[in-house]
């Protein structure tokens, strides 16, 4: 992984704009560079373009698009960039953030109308902190069906997606300028390919131990959701080549992974009145806050591991979502009918966990206030059945990457550009801040999209 000197390389093979990783990023700058009518290459190492993408909930966090406009939502740029602003406590680029909240309503608009990429507003809750209904998702609510249908949509506009090519090495110019890159095939041969303009769309490093231990060491021991093919690759191009980064120390965490199953179960369940408790019975934080935090508060528990308790009505919610389907399927939900039972079946201790039960039933009848700071009177008591499932902290993204500015170029440390390097999506840096805590849901595929497809115009305009 390195960069080389350009001087004196040749190229056999030269596109205008080339771009590493088939993800959602990678994907939605192709499909605006080929609109924009330039030739364009992705290399991806996998043999089927997937990435984080495809494990993903295929959730896109957009304002102003038509489906709210003809749903009466009166969402808009001011409010979704003041909410992401406030989850990250005011701690990132205000001028990213109205740049990526301003792309968002048209780029859902383009996917949906000029790429036949179906996607549906996702109703019935607000994730945390969302003042409106935003996110669009593929009617499945998987990551892997917009991938799919991306993928789909790439190929009918007659792009080229290079699989199982690993890029190893840019080679570039004493002025930072990239003359092309080479890359690896599964039979260990080289090749290599000239380009005009390159976009980093390889997401960060959430797949390499040794950065997450370097960087993000709270996250050290915890289990990796994400893609593996994430490496950090774009991080280290970048830093060589003398790109600034920023906020390497954020990530997207996520308290609510059964265990030891390994399938997502939804935040909704606690946003719909669910509460988590520890293996002592009892409630450890506001669960509201935001599931990224929590992946940190859960690990923190006995054991790394915390209890969702929720009912039977928050069950039929959870049955809308394919990865909770999947969590009844693998066995992961236990059902009960009283109280009694169900300490029995999850192993809780008895006295404090009714203590628990009957203190949020108070808090739902409006009685007393919850010492963590979440309002219980917004969502019914939990009843009888009951249901549980044991669940650990993990993971997801990385979201800190390389400083771009509004146009998605690569900036160095004296914040002049780098001539022609992109990047967008988890290989730049995103609009979380610092940390978990800062992580809006729906922040990862936002910055996917919108700097994907700011990427793609931009580098097309340059090389018409
Ligand atoms: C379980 C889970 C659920 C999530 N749910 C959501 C959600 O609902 N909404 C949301 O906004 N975010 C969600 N996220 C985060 C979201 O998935 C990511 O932020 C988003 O997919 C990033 O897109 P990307 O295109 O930057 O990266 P990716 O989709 O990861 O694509 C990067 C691609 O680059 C390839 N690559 C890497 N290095 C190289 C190299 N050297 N050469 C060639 N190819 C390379 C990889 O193989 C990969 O295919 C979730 C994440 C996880 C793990």
């Known amino acids: 992984m390195a960069v080389l000197s350009s001087q004196g390389i040749t190229f056999e093979i ?77 701690q990132t680029d205000p001028e990213m953030v109205n740049v990526v909240c301003r792309e968002s309503g048209p780029a859902i608009d383009w996917l949906a109308e000029t790429h036949g990429i179906e996607l549906t507003l996702v109703e019935g809750f607000l994730y945390p902190n969302h003042s409106y209904l935003r996110m669009h998702a593929p009617a499945s609510r998987i990551g892997a069906d917009l991938i799919g249908s991306m993928t789909q949509a790439v190929e009918w506009a007659g792009v080229d997606v290079l699989t199982d090519s690993t890029v190893i090495d840019l080679f570039a110019d004493p002025t930072g300028r990239i003359a092309g890159l080479r890359f690896e095939r599964p039979d260990g041969s080289l090749e290599t390919l000239g380009c ?66 390994g399938i997502l179960v939804s935040w909704a369940l606690m946003m719909q009145g669910g509460i988590q408790v520890n293996a ?15 992946g940190r508060r859960v690990i923190a528990q006995p054991g790394s591991i915390a209890w969702n308790i929720f009912d039977s009505r928050l069950f039929e919610i959870g049955q809308g979502f394919e990865d ?32 628990t039960m009957e203190e949020i039933v108070s808090l ?29 902290g993990s993971l997801f993204h990385t979201q800190g990457g390389l400083v771009v500015d509004r146009d998605a170029r690569v900036l160095r440390a004296d914040t002049t550009a780098l001539p022609n390097l992109f990047a967008g999506g988890g290989a730049a840096r995103g609009v979380s801040g610092p940390a978990d805590w800062g992580y809006l849901s729906g922040n990862g595929l936002l910055t996917a999209i919108t700097l994907g497809r700011i990427a793609g115009r931009v580098s097309a305009i340059n090389n018409k």
Not at 218 to 242: K, R
Not at 280 to 294: I, L, P, T, V, W
């Open 324 to 355: 909770f389907r999947q969590a009844v399927s693998a066995g992961a939900i236990i059902k009960a009918d009283t109280i009694s039972q169900l300490v029995e079946k999850c192993g809780l201790p008895e006295a404090p966990f009714k203590a």
């Open 14 to 90: 030269s596109v205008p704009v080339v771009i590493i990783g088939a993800g959602a990023c990678g994907l939605t700058a192709a499909l605006t560079v080929a609109d924009a009518g330039v030739e364009v290459i992705v290399l991806e190492r996998d043999s089927v373009p997937q990435g984080s993408t495809a494990l993903s909930s295929g959730m896109i966090p957009a304002c102003e698009t038509r489906i709210q406009k003809n749903k009466k939502i009166g969402d808009s740029v001011a409010v979704m960039a003041a909410d992401i602003l406030s989850k990250a406590h005011q």
């Open 280 to 294: 002592h019975g009892q409630r450890f934080s506001n669960e509201h806050d935001g599931y990224s935090e929590q």
């Open 196 to 261: 005009s303009a390159l976009i980093l769309a390889c997401n960060g490093f959430g797949g390499n131990p040794e950065m997450v231990k370097r960087l993000i060491p709270e996250m050290a021991d915890a289990n990796y959701f994400g893609h593996t093919g994430n490496q950090g690759d774009a991080i280290l191009w970048g830093q060589t080549l003398g790109a600034a980064t920023a906020d390497l120390g954020s990530y997207q965490g996520h308290g609510s992974v059964a265990h030891p199953h």
């Open 364 to 392: 739902a009848g409006g009685i007393g206030k919850d010492r963590f700071g979440r309002d219980f009177t917004t969502n019914p008591e939990l009843r009888s059945p009951y249901c549980a499932v044991k669940v650990t």
